[in-house]
């Protein structure tokens, strides 16, 4: 059973930046895409990025395209979310995802295991 942990969570400013990182505890598949997504209080969880197995694709919501990159390193089984210029609409619990096989999904019906998500909170 594959275990996702999120951390780098936090309170930060407006016009700041927080590194979310997600590490797998196992795997049970070789090849396997890696997503973020988000939800804030009242609201439908949402996409924020992923990326494939090769980290030669990459995805983006356009409301954090040109702000946040998603990254992986295989070796470690962890997927990296450099989130940069935060504002109060970027607060929410962010959750990593695990999909088996080459490409990502902007879907979260399309992801098989999911972390306990990390609170990010911007104040403005």
């Known amino acids: 059973q594959v275990q996702l942990v999120e951390s780098g969570g936090g309170l930060v400013q407006a016009g700041g930046s927080l590194r979310l990182s997600c590490a797998a505890s196992?795997?049970?598949?070789?090849?396997?895409?890696m997503g973020w997504f988000r939800q804030a209080p009242g609201k439908d969880r949402e996409f924020v990025a992923a990326?494939?197995?090769?980290?030669?694709?990459?995805y983006y919501a356009d409301s954090v395209k040109g702000r946040f990159i998603i990254s992986t390193d295989n070796a470690k089984n962890t997927v990296f979310l450099q989130m940069n210029s935060l504002n109060s609409e970027d607060t929410a619990v962010y959750y990593c995802?695990?999909?088996?096989?080459?490409?990502?999904?902007?879907?979260?019906?399309?992801?098989?295991?999911w972390g306990q998500g990390t609170q990010v909170t911007v104040s403005s």
């Open positions: 990326i494939s197995w090769s980290g030669g694709s990459t």
């Open positions: 196992a795997r049970t598949f070789s090849i396997y895409a």
């Open positions: 995802a695990m999909r088996r096989g080459l490409r990502a999904g902007v879907r979260a019906q399309e992801y098989d295991y």
